[in-house]
């Protein structure tokens, strides 16, 4: 992989690049507008909470990937489709798992401007989500009955 290769966005490139640094401006948030974290009880635990199973989600998605995982929206050549376990539930649990410990680290440290960055993340995840399911309808020739049967994002919603 050489410099034109990746500056061409053949695989995606620029939305990791993007993406990587939506998740640091979420991480780094609570230390610009100067909060820390919360001493609320039900905030705390709503918090961590979502943090945890955010985590949790986004990691199960990645191994039940396995040699298919990639930062990168376009498929890897040799992907195989994997519509079980989480992705039973979710077309795009890592998205969805990434946003929900988003939107636990803002309520853990109560910072409006984490919360921001949040929404902006999810729409960003969102198109991202877009453009790699033009990719996997055209790798994937069950993909339109998969999207036809589970949401996007959030179970029964979206």
Same mark, same amino acid.
């Not at 061409?8 to 230390?31: F, I, K, S, T």
């Not at 979710?90 to 998205?95: A, L, N």
């Not at 969805?96 to 929404?119: C, D, E, I, K, P």
């Given at each position: ?11 995606g490139?620029w939305?990791?690049? +993007?993406?990587a #640094?939506? @998740?640091l ?6 230390r610009?507008?100067?909060? =820390?974290p ?6 705390? #635990?709503?918090?961590i ?5 955010g985590?949790?989600? #986004? @990691?199960?998605? =990645? ?5 298919? /995982? =990639? ?7 040799? +992907?195989?489709?994997?519509e ?10 890592? $998205? +969805?798992? /990434? ?13 409006l401007? +984490?919360?921001?960055a949040?929404?902006? /993340?999810?729409?960003f995840?969102?198109?991202? #989500? ?6 996997? @309808?055209?790798?994937?020739?069950g $993909? ?10 959030i179970?029964?919603?979206?």
């Amino acid at each position: 992989m050489n410099i034109q290769d990746w500056m061409r966005n053949n695989r995606g490139e620029w939305y990791v690049l +993007a993406q990587a #640094a939506l @998740m640091l401006l979420v991480a780094l948030a609570p230390r610009f507008d100067g909060t =820390s974290p919360s001493r609320n009880g039900p905030a705390l #635990a709503a918090g961590i909470v979502l943090c945890v199973v955010g985590l949790a989600f #986004a @990691m199960l998605a =990645s191994l039940q990937l396995g040699r298919s /995982l =990639s930062p990168y929206p376009r498929p890897k050549e040799r +992907a195989r489709l994997v519509e079980t376990g989480v992705f039973s539930v979710v077309r795009h649990p890592i $998205y +969805a798992g /990434l946003s929900l410990l988003a939107l636990g680290w803002s309520t853990l440290w109560l910072s409006l401007l +984490a919360l921001v960055a949040t929404v902006v /993340l999810f729409i960003f995840l969102d198109a991202k #989500a877009r453009r790699e399911e033009r990719w996997l @309808m055209e790798k994937f020739d069950g $993909y339109a009955r998969y999207r036809t049967r589970v949401r996007k994002f959030i179970p029964f919603v979206y």
